[in-house]
Structure formats: structure tokens, C-alpha cells
């Protein structure tokens, strides 16, 4: 199959013609700051490439061996404003399912046991201490479409990470990486049915930086258009 512009999803660079993703996230910087222990942002506006390159960030850690990086889309809980339980139980089971498709079965079983335990709540810091204490290697998470969560469920969510920072990396993980459109500092949280309203900046202020990824140049447009043109002969 020939090689096609993409702008739906994902870039796949043996089905698209695309710029190296680690090379657009200034890899070194970021690996600093996971080996840091660091939490942070990453932000950028729509389809500019940010899910591409936390995948590739993912394979990357992954085959270098030193951590365990899971990539997980919270998205899915976008609708559950203000039912936390049920928002955290859907996120719980990405993150799970997630790991499992690498070869990682302990998260969806430590989730079926808080699930059948009944808890009060659904506690994420619970399950990735839990998590975190059963692997050989410290846990680096990406999570996806941050801000597409509002209310109360992404006030949760923040403060649940930052809940075990303390315990990191043996007891919760290295690095958590949140990437979204916008920096979390710029996030208004509306909680208690929008009655009270907090910045978001004071429900994760274990963010050490705040990384945005960069705008297409001329340079980077004249290569993508270069890979197409030595494909088919066509010049723009």
C-alpha cells in the first residue's frame, strides 16, 4: 500500500509520510526529566501530532528497558462530569487494558478485585500503588486527552496523582505525563455542580514543567512534501 497525508489519528510511519515523532518532543528533555521523577505536561493545539509522539515515546522507553510505559487515553470518561466512581472506573480499565496489550495482566486483575471488593470509592491511587509495588521496573504513565475530563472527575483525577507522589517510584509511578490542549495552570474547575471554582494549577502543583510541542515550520513541510514527492514523482 502506498504511503498517504495523514490527519485523522495517530500518524503510522509505515502507512504516512511523517516527521520522527521523539525528534519533535526534544527527547532528551523529557527522558530528564522521567529520569527525574518528574510529572509533567505536555500540551499542544489539535492534530499537531501529540498522541503520534507519546506512542513513540512509549515503544521508545519501552525498548530501552530501564521502565515499564504504559500510553492511556482518559477520554472515555469525559461524560461522567460529576459521577466520579463511574468516570475512574472506565479510566481504570483503559489504563488496564492498555498494559494488558503489552503483556501486563496485573492492573486489569487488581481492577476486577477492587471492583468485586465494593469499594466506597474508586481509588486510582490505590491501583497504581498497588501496581506499582508488584513490577520490577518504575512505572511511566502517559495520559492522553487530560483535559478532556471536566468537574469534579478531572478534579479527581488530579489530585489522585498527586495523591501518591510521595510514594514514587516504588509505591506509585516514576513519571506521569499529561497531555492535553492546554497547559493545566489554564484549566477553570468547576466543582460541586459548578457552585465553586478552583484554578487547575492548585489541583496538580507536583507539575514540574509544562512542555508544548512545536508548530509545523517551512523546513518541516518541505520534508513531509519531499517523502511524497520521492514516492510518486510528483513535486509540489
Known sequence: MEKFFNTEGPTRADDHYCLPPLARIYLAEVCTLIDRKKYFV???PRQTGKTTCLLALRDHLNREGRYLCVY??????QGYRE????GLSVILREIALRAEAQGDSAPERLRIKMESEGSATVSLTAFLSQWCAEIKKPLVLLLDEIDSLVGDMLVAML????????????????SVTLCGVRDVRDYRLHVNGGKEVIT???AFNIKAESLRLGDFDRTDLEALYRQHTEATGQAF
Open 42 to 44: 505536555l500540551h499542544a
Open 83 to 86: 459521577q466520579v466512581e463511574k
Open 159 to 174: 489530585r489522585q496523582l498527586r495523591a501518591g507522589y510521595d510514594a514514587r517510584p516504588a509505591r506509585f509511578p516514576q
Open 72 to 77: 492511556a487515553n482518559v477520554e472515555g470518561a
Open 200 to 202: 487547575g494549577g492548585s
